[in-house]
């Protein structure tokens, strides 16, 4: 698995991990922050993450078109120091008023310009280390393990947003719960029912703190707002730290990876290395093969990125708000690391070369799981848990997954049968509407989100919908996403390397703005309807996709 693959991957990677813990340590609770300060519909602020999250994945193509002509390394340091100033004002609390609002958009511009310039470019200097025919063949490989090592910055993130989030909460006498952000809006607009208001009143004696409970109603609903948007604003500067610690893993072990930051310009100047020349035709068989594949991508990740807003509001108002039994351990961040060590020691207990490494490993193995057992033996038999919470399943069955997933695509390879990255993706299309299927499954029953009126539904699910449903959509996601980004380093023209994987992420840009579709209809349609629009549009995509498999792998023969 890790046997043979060069240092520099290692090193790129590490420095992705540490700039996707901050990232998803803000959009864990992004959603969240925005209807708790600004009382946003669901509309509204569906709008506006979906714009964000298009323009993040859009500019891109801007930073891959700088760097096919300036350089790549160049790109993503200065994309690691606009990030950074985006997030440092994204952390400064303001009031909800206009200024606000702008200076929050502000922050999120130089985020997304930012992403743009460092995301592709970081990618495309790993596929560079691949180019170089010692390592051709793990290419795929290669990219599978970096899809790995950056999700577990992503794993960890909602744990720490919450963490931070309930520590800025217990500080100011108050505790978190799921209904007040709407039922204080409700308040203060002067919009509330008697039923709401009586409600209200019971979750403000529930705060810890006797001076919290002494208060008016409108007085705890100001308060309780404004401590509750700051304490995101302490979540949000995570991504500072985790952006100050990228850089110093860049440029701690840039020489591993320097021959790597060459663009074909700088290639050829050099005579370092050998530009592949393409006639037009094959250049512009492989841009139409690729534009293809990119087309499609865009109905997953309309579904997949659902858990920064829609399967976030099912947490928060269909989903049972505590966990008993075996799911606990779900929502533990200590049990899920030692769970997710353990299946990589697992295989090494297979895969080691010497019989002292597969003991050695199997040891470790064994003490990994009588650690998490532990663990799990101490925790409550009934465990509160937060909305945000469910948004590290989807990177914890990344990290746990890639492994399987790596071995089960060698050995096909071993006996020639494993399938092309266009045929992977194809069939992750597919497993993706499967995903929301066990939401629909998981809807039956319940209320309109218009009938709940942003309160909790009286009849909430059991949390392992959500979880068998992100564990589906991890799977796809393992079989689209890694492969995708493959197929683009290697297909692409040499000299088109940063704009293909631009436009790679500008079809991502056009799924996440089309997240919002759900967003927008959510208050105008039954619940289940939602789920089924997102199964049916890609289990069509997956159809298509395999239509076009033909033409596809004749084209980057």
């Not at 209320?447 to 699910?461: F, I, Q, R």
Request: hydrophobic share 55%.
């Amino acid at each position: 698995m890790f046997k043979g693959q060069p240092k520099g991957l290692y090193a790129l990677a590490l420095a992705n991990t540490g700039e996707r813990f901050g990232y998803y340590t803000m959009l864990a609770i992004f959603m969240l922050f925005l209807q708790a300060k600004f009382g946003w519909e669901q509309a509204a602020a569906s709008q506006l993450y979906a714009i964000f999250m298009a323009v993040v994945y859009f500019l891109p193509v801007v930073g891959g078109w700088v760097a096919d002509r300036v350089g790549y390394g160049k790109c993503v340091v200065a994309g690691i120091c606009v990030m950074f100033l985006g997030y440092v004002l994204l952390t400064v609390p303001t009031p909800a008023n206009g200024l606000g609002i702008a200076l929050m958009i502000g922050a999120l511009l130089l985020i997304a310009l930012g992403t743009g310039l460092f995301k592709g470019n970081l990618q495309v200097m790993i596929g560079n280390l691949y180019d170089d025919p010692k390592y051709a063949a793990k290419r795929d490989s290669a990219f599978s393990l970096f899809y790995m090592a950056i999700n577990i910055g992503a794993m960890f993130a909602p744990f720490a947003a919450t963490a931070i989030t309930n520590r800025f909460l217990a500080k100011a006498g108050l505790v978190y719960k799921a209904d007040i952000p709407a039922l204080a809006h409700q308040l203060l607009n002067s919009t509330i029912t008697p039923e709401n208001t009586a409600r209200l009143a019971e979750l403000q004696g529930q705060m810890p703190d006797a001076t919290v409970t002494a208060m008016d109603l409108p007085q705890f609903s100001s308060y309780y707002i404004e401590h509750l948007s700051s304490s995101y604003n302490m979540g949000f500067a995570v991504a500072c730290v985790s952006l100050i610690v990228s850089i110093a893993i860049y440029f701690g072990f840039r020489s591993w990876f320097k021959h790597a930051d060459v663009n074909a310009k700088q290639a050829a100047a050099s005579g370092s290395a050998p530009v592949v020349e393409l006639t037009p035709k094959q250049t512009r068989d492989r841009v139409v093969a690729l534009c293809m594949v990119f087309a499609v991508v865009i109905f997953f990740w309309m579904a997949f990125q659902q858990n920064g807003q829609a399967l976030t509001w099912f947490a928060r108002d269909y989903t049972q708000q505590t966990v008993t039994g075996w799911p606990r351990a779900g929502f533990s961040m200590w049990i899920l690391g030692l769970l997710a060590v353990s299946i990589y020691t697992l295989f090494g207990t297979f895969q080691s070369e010497k019989q002292t490494g597969k003991i050695a490993c199997g040891l470790v193995t064994v003490a990994l799981w009588a650690a998490a057992a532990t663990i799990y033996s101490r925790m409550p038999g009934v465990l509160e848990i937060q909305p945000q919470l469910f948004q590290q399943f989807n990177p914890f069955f990344v990290v746990f997954l890639t492994p399987i997933i790596m071995a089960i695509f060698s050995a096909l390879a071993a006996k020639n049968r494993e399938p092309s990255a266009p045929m992977k993706i194809g069939i992750g299309m597919i497993v993706a509407a499967l995903g929301y299927l066990v939401m629909i499954f998981g809807s039956i029953g319940q209320p309109s989100p218009a009938a709940l009126s942003g309160t909790v539904s009286p009849d909430p699910v059991v949390p392992t919908f959500l979880m068998g449903t992100y564990l589906v959509l991890t799977f796809a996601e393992l079989l689209l996403s890694p492969m995708g980004i493959s197929f683009v380093t290697k297909v692409a023209p040499p000299k088109m390397k940063g704009l293909m994987m631009g436009l790679w992420f500008a079809a991502s840009a056009i799924g996440n703005y089309l997240t919002s579709i759900p967003g927008l209809l959510w208050m105008r349609v039954p619940l289940w309807a939602n789920w089924a629009i997102l199964a049916g549009l890609c289990a069509i995509a997956g159809i298509i996709m395999f239509t076009m498999l033909k033409r596809i792998n004749a084209a980057t023969q």
